[in-house]
């Protein structure tokens, strides 16, 4: 059964950019912003797909959109939509969306971010107001925010998922990083070879740093770490002496959808806006280079260029961005589509 997703067209610039139509209402957001979602598909497996949990990370959301035009204009008969049933939330926080759109939107019509303009007007949550640590902990937890809500109960009806990926992205990095959910590290060593073979074929090199376990990160091999976790996540603020920021964990979209049953492989990428020189890195971890810090605190343009070009630091092209993280979704799908449904390693 094919099952490929046409990448070459879902990032052609010609392609449709989103749905014809906004998709479900599910909710708003604490700004009175829609969230909105798309279901597609017959398939007796489930899959939910998210983007924009962080506010400054534009390029998943921008992909999932057209992801949802394509699978919108599938025939009904397509094999993605026999396959599967489909769960997207492309926008999860439109209110961030909203924050960031002076730099955002003119990265994703010109193919890269401009560095004077992220490092000028980008905004990020705190912890407490981070979307994607911020699912419910039960069905009334009315502290959770409405955004969240909203996601959570589209999925709920939809379990059990039998993948889960959140798209994310990283400001400065050498490259493509890749998290995956620990307890299926050993049914995705193809998936992780892959991978690695494609990244080298754009171009780039793994982003591959060992935090030994910092906030549930765990190096599995080259480019590979496991997800991080709520509760490890808490563990490392409680560790700081920082017992208030630890309280405001909540669980991750991966941990709420797994939460719903079954064992769903969750997936989440890491592109980053812009790739950081070999300069920058010592015995495979990721040696926060001064420049970012004295860049950030530039306001003039051509100093900021004539830094980053000192520095090989450089954006990551969008479209780039949207195949490896397309790659990564298809890796996955292969990995859980091409089971039997009810196979128990899919339990």
């Known amino acids: 059964m094919p099952l490929e997703l046409p990448i070459d067209q879902l990032i052609d610039p010609r392609s449709p950019r989103r749905p014809t139509g906004p998709g479900e209402r599910l909710g708003s957001s604490r700004e009175g912003r829609p969230v909105f979602g798309h279901r597609f598909g017959h398939g007796p497996r489930a899959i939910s797909l998210i983007a924009g949990c962080h506010a400054d990370e534009p390029v998943g959301p921008a992909m999932l959109d057209r992801l949802a035009a394509h699978l919108e204009r599938l025939p009904p008969d397509a094999a993605l939509l026999s396959a599967a049933t489909w769960y997207l939330v492309p926008h999860t926080n439109p209110d961030g969306e909203a924050r960031n759109g002076s730099w955002a939107e003119p990265a994703l019509a010109e193919g890269g971010v401009d560095l004077a303009g992220y490092l000028g007007h980008a905004v990020r949550e705190p912890p407490g107001e981070d979307v994607e640590f911020g699912f419910p902990r039960h069905e009334q937890d009315a502290e959770a925010r409405p955004e969240n809500h909203a996601v959570a109960n589209f999925l709920r009806p939809g379990a059990p998922f039998t993948l889960h990926a959140s798209f994310h992205g990283m400001a400065f990095a050498a490259g493509p990083w890749f998290l995956i959910e620990g307890s299926w590290a050993d049914r995705t060593a193809e998936m992780r070879r892959y991978l690695r073979q494609r990244v080298r074929e754009i171009g780039y090199r793994p982003h591959d740093i060992d935090r030994r376990g910092e906030k549930g990160f765990h190096r599995i091999d080259e480019g590979f770490t496991t997800r991080p976790d709520s509760r490890a996540m808490a563990a490392h603020f409680e560790a700081l002496g920082e017992p208030a920021t630890a309280a405001l964990f909540r669980p991750s979209s991966m941990e709420y959808v797994r939460s719903l049953g079954g064992d769903p492989l969750t997936l989440v990428s890491e592109m980053p806006l812009f790739l950081l020189g070999a300069e920058h890195f010592?015995?495979?971890?990721?040696?926060?280079?001064?420049?970012?810090?004295?860049?950030?605190?530039?306001?003039?343009?051509?100093?900021?260029?004539?830094?980053?070009?000192?520095?090989d630091l450089r954006p990551m092209p969008i479209a780039d961005q949207m195949r490896l993280q397309l790659e990564y979704l298809q890796a996955g799908l292969k990995i859980v589509l091409r089971r039997p449904p009810g196979d128990p390693q899919l339990r």
């Open 282 to 311: 010592r015995g495979g971890d990721v040696v926060m280079p001064r420049v970012v810090r004295s860049l950030a605190a530039e306001r003039r343009p051509d100093r900021i260029q004539a830094l980053a070009t000192e520095h």
